[in-house]
């Protein structure tokens, strides 16, 4: 038999080659390529740093402006509860802010490995001006847990919502810990002005707050009422702050609708009404004291039901 016949190829079990790149199939270069690209963009970035280094005054000039602007503030910050105690902080909206201000600043999160049941995700901020990084890794598993229980998650979008969800929490407090404790106090303070003078409690506005509630967090105008003690058309405007620094807490996922509001756990068929009003307990011994004349009446002297008569 001749050496140049054809011979036919095994299939490979395994699966078939891997598809050649169209640059000639040299993998590794374009990787070497991209790498040195990244590369390229963080040294310049840092010989900018350095050439035009920021000027703190203007660029807390810029925190305070953006921090007047009443829509940016109603996101600004969120409340949570520590100790039965409510806590203000500044949102992940108002960390981004402060870091495109305060310039110089890299700031992101990226997904290192994902599987079918967690993802490790990565968040970092980088001052590029004081050569200072911060970044935190953290396991994110796809379960959601409920009252019923846990159960995994296998949307894929409802996947990227929790890792991105997550990944924000954790990028808010690598952004917030290159900052000046100064700066982001200041913040918060021109949130709280530009949010007092510029509170809402109009019937429109607050439409569109118990609204808003209702179609994100599933939260009822009966709920909300129970929290501010009276009619919802009566709320004031630090009750109107209150409520706006809740929803932002609950969209953020910094608290629990539980932490805010009464959630009534849902009834079960087989279970009565715990309570009875008070027209109700009347009702039901009337009704009671009613049959039990009619079966006294009904019943013959020996003791004997007739046949008329129904058993108890």
């Given at each position: 038999?001749?050496?140049?016949?054809?011979?036919?190829?095994?299939?490979?079990?395994?699966?078939?080659?891997?598809?050649?790149?169209?640059?000639?199939?040299?993998?590794?270069?374009?990787?070497?390529?991209?790498?040195?690209?990244?590369?390229?963009?963080?040294?310049?970035?840092?010989?900018?740093?350095?050439?035009?280094?920021?000027?703190?005054?203007?660029?807390?000039?810029a925190?305070?402006?953006?921090?007047?602007?009443?829509?940016?503030?109603?996101?600004?910050t969120?409340?949570?509860?520590?100790?039965?105690?409510?806590?203000?902080?500044?949102?992940?909206?108002?960390?981004?802010?402060?870091?495109?201000?305060?310039?110089?600043?890299?700031a992101?999160?990226?997904?290192?490995?994902?599987?079918?049941?967690?993802?490790?995700?990565?968040?970092?901020?980088?001052?590029?001006?004081?050569?200072?990084?911060?970044?935190?890794s953290?396991?994110?598993?796809?379960?959601?847990?409920?009252?019923?229980?846990n159960?995994a998650v296998?949307?894929?979008?409802?996947?990227?919502?929790?890792?991105?969800?997550?990944?924000?929490?954790?990028?808010?407090?690598?952004?917030?810990?290159?900052?000046p404790?100064?700066?982001?106090?200041?913040a918060?303070?021109?949130?709280?002005?530009?949010?007092?003078a510029?509170?809402?409690?109009?019937?429109?506005?607050?439409?569109?707050?118990?609204?808003?509630?209702h179609?994100?967090?599933?939260?009822?105008?009966?709920?909300?009422?129970?929290?501010?003690?009276?009619?919802?058309?009566?709320?004031?405007?630090?009750?109107?702050?209150?409520?706006?620094?809740?929803?932002?807490?609950?969209?953020?996922?910094?608290?629990?609708?539980?932490?805010?509001?009464?959630?009534?756990?849902?009834?079960?068929?087989?279970?009565e009404?715990?309570?009875?009003?008070?027209?109700?307990?009347?009702?039901?011994?009337?009704?009671?004291?009613?049959?039990?004349?009619?079966?006294?009446?009904?019943?013959?002297?020996?003791?004997?039901?007739?046949?008329?008569?129904?058993?108890?």
């Amino acid at each position: 038999m001749s050496d140049s016949a054809s011979v036919q190829a095994v299939k490979n079990p395994y699966g078939d080659s891997a598809p050649v790149p169209a640059n000639g199939g040299d993998l590794s270069a374009s990787i070497a390529v991209e790498g040195q690209r990244a590369i390229q963009e963080v040294k310049v970035q840092a010989e900018m740093a350095l050439i035009s280094p920021r000027d703190e005054r203007r660029c807390a000039d810029a925190v305070l402006k953006a921090c007047q602007r009443p829509k940016f503030a109603e996101g600004a910050t969120y409340v949570y509860t520590r100790g039965g105690t409510d806590i203000v902080g500044p949102s992940i909206r108002m960390a981004e802010m402060i870091a495109a201000n305060w310039r110089h600043m890299i700031a992101g999160w990226r997904v290192l490995r994902e599987t079918e049941t967690f993802a490790e995700v990565e968040a970092y901020c980088w001052d590029m001006q004081a050569n200072s990084r911060n970044a935190k890794s953290v396991t994110v598993p796809y379960i959601r847990s409920t009252k019923k229980g846990n159960y995994a998650v296998t949307d894929p979008r409802d996947k990227y919502e929790m890792l991105a969800n997550r990944a924000q929490r954790v990028l808010r407090g690598c952004i917030l810990s290159l900052v000046p404790d100064d700066v982001i106090s200041m913040a918060m303070e021109q949130v709280d002005e530009t949010l007092r003078a510029s509170a809402d409690v109009s019937t429109e506005s607050i439409k569109n707050m118990v609204q808003a509630f209702h179609d994100e967090h599933g939260v009822t105008r009966d709920q909300i009422e129970k929290r501010l003690g009276h009619n919802v058309e009566a709320i004031k405007p630090a009750q109107m702050i209150a409520l706006k620094r809740i929803y932002q807490s609950l969209r953020d996922g910094m608290s629990e609708i539980s932490t805010w509001f009464e959630v009534e756990a849902p009834a079960t068929p087989d279970e009565e009404p715990a309570t009875q009003t008070r027209t109700e307990q009347a009702k039901a011994a009337l009704s009671t004291s009613k049959r039990q004349a009619a079966s006294s009446t009904n019943t013959p002297k020996d003791g004997k039901p007739d046949d008329q008569t129904s058993t108890k």
